[in-house]
């Protein structure tokens, strides 16, 4: 299979994290359908099915669904609102 890769936020992992996409070799389950005599169909489909349904995954804990990165906006907020306390710095 050829993979294709991109760098997202996973919510699961907390941080920005490589996903992964796979691609299916149609010719090879094609090969296996014609050899099983149509057995192979089945699997073929549920295959295909899933990599519709979550094309992408996560390299280290295999979430599905890679979010946008957090914007430089954001990470200055959360920096400024861990500071400000109470109206004080801390």
Known sequence: M???????????CGHDQLFEKNHIHHGVHL??????LGLWLVSWVSIAF?????P???QQCG?????????????????ESD???DGQKV
């Open 2 to 12: 050829t993979k294709d890769r991109i760098r997202g936020y996973c919510p699961r």
């Open 56 to 58: 992408w995954r996560c």
């Open 31 to 36: 090969f296996l359908t014609i050899i099983t």
């Open 83 to 85: 500071e400000v306390r």
């Open 63 to 79: 979430w599905y669904k890679p979010l946008p990165r957090p914007r430089a906006r954001e990470r200055e907020r959360s920096a």
């Open 50 to 54: 899933y990599h519709k349904l979550r």
